[in-house]
């Protein structure tokens, strides 16, 4: 309930330019103030500061830019990231340095960094700083930093905390969001948002039913209808987090002769997504954890708009029920917050039958060359 709120006061507040102008008014002479005050002009520093604390999706989304900076600088680079997303960084970039932080780091709903966790990466020494978090997280964590410049984007009454600020785009897609900081300072090619496909024709399918919350989640039941359709002619394969499913659950899924296999840790998840030559799912973590490793994938999408996170490539297709509430164009999310403020009905989910998922998932695996045309 106290998150619930405190998305509605943010979405609020956003909506009333005025309340912002105050807020600008307010802040920006301050960040000015810290920013002069704790500036380095140490022409010995050399290291170069990435900061990137996103959830799954998120931290998935900022890989292309962090390896446009990797290319650039080459060596001294550190990522401060979350515990649990370090593997998944590590699947592509193994050799730079990582600083991991917790999500007890940071107090009032994961919104304002400790005292412990400014210091973390201010022994770091940066001469260079690229926020790649682009909220009051990342703000609250860098704003009295010694660096010599700070690359980033954020809110405007943030944007004294940077050298060079770039405002985050309300256009597709997500990936561009950090692309527009690296581009401040370094040219990039387009296609960096495309990862290498690795497809396999063992014709092993991998659904995990879940999401970062529940409104983006098309349904458990629905998933396991559609996996014994597809138990014809796949080997399927129903992921889930360790503990997400009760053992009366688990034994009612095993009864219709469905393997499931529990996680309990993203290495898991990407040794079970390795495995396989496709990946079903909804607009998640896991979802985009496939599309890194190469993999072809499906999505299932609701209350969030496909253009700003569907996979760059040939090989990633995805459904969505075209109703009056989903997403508009240029709106990341339904007027609900993606449903987070609570949905009457939730018909943009409730609304997709398993006999049109799947129908729509056989013509992209032909598409794909998994299975013959239909």
Known sequence: MIKVRSLKLVYILNRYPI??????LLLNPFFYFI???YRSRDSRRKNILIISVHKLGDSIFTIPAIKEI??????NIYVVCFSETKQIFQEILPDINYICLESSDFSLNGRIASKKARKSIRQIKPKTLFDLTTSIKSASLIFNSEAEEIIGANDQHFKNIYSHFTPVRNKPHIIDIYLDIVKTKIFVHDDIRTFPIKLYNNK???IQPFAGWRSKEWNLWKYVQLAKKLEE???VI???????LSNEIQNDIISDRITI?????IGDLIDQIRECSVFVGNDSGPTYIANLLGKATFTIFGPTNPEYHIPFGNYHGFIQTDIGCIPKDNDKLCFTNGGRFGCPSFECMNQLSVENVYK???KFLGKIKLVSVI
Do not use: A, C, H, S
Not at 238 to 244: E, F, H, K, Q
């Open 238 to 244: 129903l992921v889930t987090p360790i503990n997400t």
């Open 360 to 362: 729509n998932l056989m």
């Open 70 to 75: 990797v290319k650039y600088y080459q060596q």
């Open 35 to 37: 920013r002069g005050l």
């Open 19 to 24: 309340v912002q102008t105050i807020i600008n």
């Open 204 to 206: 092993r399918i991998i």
């Open 233 to 235: 002619e796949f080997d």
């Open 261 to 265: 296999v529990e996680t309990e840790t």
